[in-house]
Every structure is written in structure tokens, then in C-alpha cells.
């Protein structure tokens, strides 16, 4: 019998910036629906009003929309299973929750919070595992029906088989067994009549079609939860795969303490959205052929969910930058200046207190208006550093030299090459000055010029050009000296050189 077209989905909390986990995950789903022709879906899972961030369902929809992580179905873009937001579907859950009721597969516990503290801390003092200890589910029912017309507040809770296992079958695991007397009777409805994440996750998938859960392996223990509930409801399940975690260097879950976990965060540090899936689909899967670099079009055509490897991948930020850098490599150099040219625009209408030094936003917030001017600088260097960078925001470093309105500053030490004295290198920059005054104001004319001029002098190429590196970009690392010095044109170079040589003067 053939598989049912795959219906997946991912289903964010909006309580901060998008998670680079929830892009990891998405991506899997994606791939799946891809590559069996079905259909990929977001739902928003926004119940737990506590955590509620305002601002943060649209930052969900921005990442995945930078990232290419399209969707079928969403709060955004519609679809026929909506709504997509579970804070719009309460009616539903409650609904739900009456029917669990209804069939004694759910019970109604009107324990209040200090009895569930005092029974918590009773059980941290006994060494026992945490729980509820299923005092309400031995209410009779006129008890309960007493604590209700009394307008006791209650949640309502789920029944747990005490005996035997429940287990399920996971794609990357085998069968998953769990004892049913580690399963707490889970809260499904809460007292403010929001849903917790169990119910209203089993009820949504359902409702929406899911034939396929993909999600971290975080939520393996709560798998039993939900496998209880689609038989109290009498549904079929469906598929379940649980990914690997995300882990830091010490195998940790990765969190913001140790990595940066925001997808807003790589945006703005200049990731291409290329660099950033192609580096999270590595992160425990592998194409058949072995590369590294492979496009999101590579992936789904290919892609097999019994090739991700459940050892916890170490998401390496070193790593990210070295594949983020060939992607940019392998960019066309009118393709990279117009990404520079967009992530700068970006990061100048929101900038924050350390972007005072940045060398180009400070350049951008000196000449208002002057986005020709800027476009094209950026336009003339992009090939310059192209080699140079590994995310669109070292840019603003390695190419700071041609975002100086006047002359750049430096400690005059850094102008003395090395084994020479101070006279000795403004002597050199004299000389320098006089050759590049007189040469072709081309790269290959300027080098062959200081390459002479080296050769005649005695000093070694590699001696010479450091001084006047950092006289001419005000850094020791620069774009290529020469095409440089051209694109700075003739009055600018000298001015820095003659800056220098004052600098060394004095």
C-alpha cells in the first residue's frame, strides 16, 4: 500500500525571537512535503499567554520568509484548515475537552496551587519523581459535581492506563516504550480555558490533517501523551520522527548563553540564507554524493529522513562562518554588492548603540540621501573583498578605508615596517609618494611601480607595502593594496600618504 501524501507541519511559540531550532525543524518539514508532494504547513501555538511576545509572530514570519522556508498553509498566507493560530481555536479545545469527559478518558481536578506546591515539595523531600498523584481522579462523582456547582476552578487532566506501556514507532528509534505509571495524568485544559500544548497540539493535527509529526527529540517524552489521546479520541496517528537537538561544543542544548540561537541574530550579522540552511541541513543529515555545499533545491530533491543521524549534531559557529564565506565566494560580484547594499540599508533604519564605530553606518548616517554614492562604493569594493569575508557584516571592517571622509587614524607605530626605524620607513613613503605620484593610477602600474621601487632600495615587497597598507587603508589588513589605492583614486592616496609621512615626521 503506498504511503499517504505527506501533510507536515512546524508550530512556533511566539514568545521572542524565532529560534535558529525552529529553522532546523522547518526545514525537515519542508523536505518531506517537497519531496513527497505534499503539503507544509505553520500553525502558530500561542496559548501559553504568559510567555505571549506581540512582536514575535511577525519575526516568525519575517525568518522564514528571508530564509526561503515557504509554506503552503499559515496565519499569513491562509489555507482551508484555518485558523492558524491556536488562540483563535479555544472553542475547539474546550469542545475537545468535553468530549475526553464525556468518554472518562479525562477528569476534572480542582486541586488548587498550594496543595500541587505542598505535594511538590513533598516529593523534592522524598526523592520521589515529580507528578500529579491523581488525587481528583479519585473524586466521586458527586464530589465533583459538588466542587463544580460550588464554581470551584478546576483544569481538566487526562487518564492515564496505571498498568502496562504505551509506546509508538519513530522513524530514526524503533519502537519508543514508556511504562504507563511514569506518565503523569497531563493537564489538557487549564483553568483560564486555554489549552496546554498537548491537547491543543493532538487536536490541531488532527484537525489540519497531519499525517506526519517532525519535530526535536525534546518532545519524545511527551509522544506516550499524545498516542493516549488520538485513541481516546478514537483518530488514527500519525507519523512520528524526532530529530536530533541542536547541541552546543559540550553536547549541551543549545541555548543563547553559549551560541546565539536568534534568526533575526544571523540576519543582521550577515548570514545568507543559503549559507545558513545549507549549514543547518548538515547538521545531522548528509547528501548521498558526500558534498558539503548544496542548495535547498538539492536537498529536497534528494532528501530521505532515514539518513539524519540522531547523534547530537554541535552546531560550530566557526564552521557556519567557513561555509557562509564559500557561499559568498560563489556569489556574482554585482549579486554580493547588492546583497551588501541591502543588508546595510537594513541595519541602518534600526541601529543600535554599538553600531556608533561601525565604519559604514557611521558613513551612511554622515551622508543622508546619498544612496547612489553609497551603492556605488560598495558596488567597486565588493570584488575586492569578496575573498576577504565570510558574512556580509565584515564588510564594514575589511572595507572601512573607503568610508573615511578625511584621513584615517592610527597609532603612528603601526606605520614602521618591520627591522626598520621609524626614519627609515617615512623615508620609504617619501619615496613611495614620488613613484605613485608619477605611475599609471592602475592596480598592475602601481605594483609594478613599488615592485621596482623595492627592488632598487633594498627592501623586501613584503616589508615595504605594510606601511603603506596602513597609510593608505588605516588597517595592517586590507583589501588588495593596489586595487585599492585605484579605487580611491589618485588625490586620496596621496593625501594618506602624505599624512603619514607627516605622521612619522613629527
Known amino acids: 500500500m503506498a504511503s499517504p501524501v505527506p501533510v507536515v507541519r512546524i508550530a512556533p511559540s511566539p514568545t521572542g525571537d524565532p529560534h535558529v531550532g525552529t529553522a532546523y525543524v522547518a526545514l525537515f518539514n519542508r523536505c518531506v512535503a517537497r519531496r513527497g508532494g505534499g503539503r507544509f504547513l505553520l500553525r502558530i501555538e500561542d496559548t501559553d499567554r504568559t510567555r505571549y511576545d506581540a512582536s514575535s509572530e511577525g519575526k516568525i514570519f519575517e525568518a522564514l520568509r528571508w530564509l526561503g522556508l515557504t509554506y503552503d498553509e499559515g496565519p499569513d498566507v491562509g489555507g482551508p484548515n484555518g485558523p492558524y493560530r491556536q488562540s483563535e481555536r479555544t472553542a475547539l479545545y474546550r469542545e475537545m475537552a468535553e468530549t475526553l469527559l464525556a468518554?472518562?478518558?479525562?477528569?476534572?481536578?480542582?486541586?488548587?496551587?498550594?496543595?500541587?506546591?505542598?505535594?511538590?515539595?513533598?516529593?523534592?523531600?522524598?526523592?520521589?519523581?515529580?507528578?500529579?498523584?491523581?488525587?481528583?481522579?479519585?473524586?466521586?462523582?458527586?464530589?465533583?459535581?459538588?466542587?463544580?456547582?460550588?464554581?470551584?476552578?478546576?483544569?481538566?487532566?487526562?487518564?492515564?492506563?496505571?498498568?502496562?506501556?504505551?509506546?509508538?514507532?519513530?522513524?530514526?528509534?524503533?519502537?519508543?516504550?514508556?511504562?504507563?505509571?511514569?506518565?503523569d495524568d497531563q493537564v489538557l485544559l487549564k483553568s483560564d480555558g486555554f489549552p496546554t500544548y498537548h491537547l491543543a497540539n493532538v487536536v490541531d493535527d488532527h484537525a489540519m490533517e497531519v499525517t506526519w509529526v517532525i519535530r526535536a527529540e525534546e518532545w519524545i517524552t511527551s509522544t506516550p501523551k499524545h498516542v493516549l489521546l488520538y485513541r481516546a479520541f478514537g483518530w488514527d496517528e500519525p507519523r512520528w520522527t524526532h530529530l536530533p537537538l541542536l547541541r552546543n561544543a559540550d553536547k549541551s542544548k543549545i541555548s543563547k548563553r553559549k551560541n546565539p540561537t536568534s534568526l533575526i541574530w544571523y540576519r543582521d550579522q550577515g548570514f545568507l540564507p543559503e549559507g545558513l540552511l545549507n549549514f543547518l541541513a548538515l547538521m545531522g543529515y548528509s547528501l548521498?554524493?558526500?558534498?558539503?555545499?548544496?542548495?535547498?533545491?538539492?536537498?529536497?530533491?534528494?532528501?530521505?529522513?532515514?539518513?539524519?543521524?540522531?547523534?547530537?549534531?554541535?552546531?560550530?559557529?566557526?564552521?557556519?562562518?567557513?561555509?557562509?564565506?564559500?557561499?559568498?565566494?560563489?556569489?556574482?560580484?554585482?549579486?554580493?554588492?547588492?546583497?551588501?547594499?541591502?543588508?546595510?540599508?537594513?541595519?541602518?533604519?534600526?541601529?543600535?548603540?554599538?553600531?556608533?564605530?561601525?565604519?559604514?553606518?557611521?558613513?551612511?548616517?554622515?551622508?543622508?540621501?546619498?544612496?547612489?554614492?553609497?551603492?556605488?562604493?560598495?558596488?567597486?569594493?565588493?570584488?575586492?573583498?569578496?575573498?576577504?569575508?565570510?558574512?556580509?557584516?565584515?564588510?564594514?571592517?575589511?572595507?572601512?578605508?573607503?568610508?573615511?571622509?578625511?584621513?584615517?587614524?592610527?597609532?603612528?607605530?603601526?606605520?614602521?615596517?618591520?627591522?626598520?626605524?621609524?626614519?627609515?620607513?617615512?623615508?620609504?613613503?617619501?619615496a613611495v609618494r614620488a613613484r605613485v605620484a608619477a605611475a599609471e593610477f592602475r592596480a598592475p602600474a602601481l605594483e609594478a611601480a613599488l615592485r621596482a621601487l623595492a627592488d632598487e632600495t633594498g627592501w623586501k615587497p613584503g616589508d615595504l607595502f605594510t606601511p603603506v597598507r596602513t597609510a593608505v587603508t588605516g588597517a595592517k589588513i586590507s583589501p588588495p593594496l593596489f586595487e585599492t589605492m585605484e579605487l580611491l583614486g589618485r588625490d586620496t592616496t596621496l593625501a594618506r600618504l602624505d599624512h603619514a609621512i607627516a605622521a612619522l615626521s613629527a
Not at 149 to 155: D, L, Q
Not at 332 to 343: I, K, M, N, Q, Y
Not at 365 to 383: N, Q, T
Request: aromatic share 8%.
Open 103 to 183: 468518554k472518562g478518558a479525562a477528569y476534572r481536578c480542582f486541586c488548587t496551587e498550594a496543595r500541587l506546591e505542598e505535594l511538590r515539595a513533598t516529593q523534592r523531600a522524598m526523592k520521589l519523581p515529580p507528578g500529579y498523584d491523581g488525587y481528583c481522579r479519585r473524586l466521586t462523582p458527586d464530589e465533583a459535581r459538588k466542587h463544580l456547582a460550588e464554581g470551584r476552578p478546576y483544569v481538566v487532566r487526562m487518564i492515564v492506563p496505571k498498568e502496562g506501556e504505551t509506546s509508538f514507532t519513530d522513524d530514526l528509534r524503533g519502537v519508543v516504550r514508556f511504562e504507563n505509571r511514569t506518565i
Open 288 to 430: 548521498p554524493d558526500g558534498r558539503e555545499k548544496f542548495t535547498l533545491a538539492d536537498l529536497e530533491a534528494t532528501f530521505d529522513i532515514t539518513r539524519v543521524s540522531v547523534t547530537g549534531p554541535v552546531f560550530d559557529l566557526e564552521k557556519l562562518k567557513w561555509l557562509n564565506g564559500e557561499w559568498i565566494r560563489g556569489l556574482s560580484d554585482d549579486d554580493l554588492a547588492a546583497r551588501l547594499v541591502a543588508h546595510h540599508v537594513r541595519r541602518a533604519a534600526a541601529p543600535t548603540p554599538e553600531d556608533a564605530t561601525h565604519p559604514v553606518l557611521t558613513w551612511m548616517a554622515r551622508h543622508p540621501g546619498a544612496d547612489a554614492a553609497f551603492a556605488s562604493i560598495v558596488r567597486r569594493s565588493a570584488p575586492l573583498v569578496k575573498e576577504r569575508i565570510r558574512t556580509l557584516e565584515e564588510y564594514g571592517e575589511i572595507a572601512a578605508c573607503f568610508f573615511h571622509d578625511g584621513l584615517p587614524t592610527y597609532p603612528a607605530a603601526d606605520l614602521v615596517a618591520k627591522k626598520r626605524t621609524p626614519a627609515e620607513s617615512r623615508d620609504a613613503l617619501v
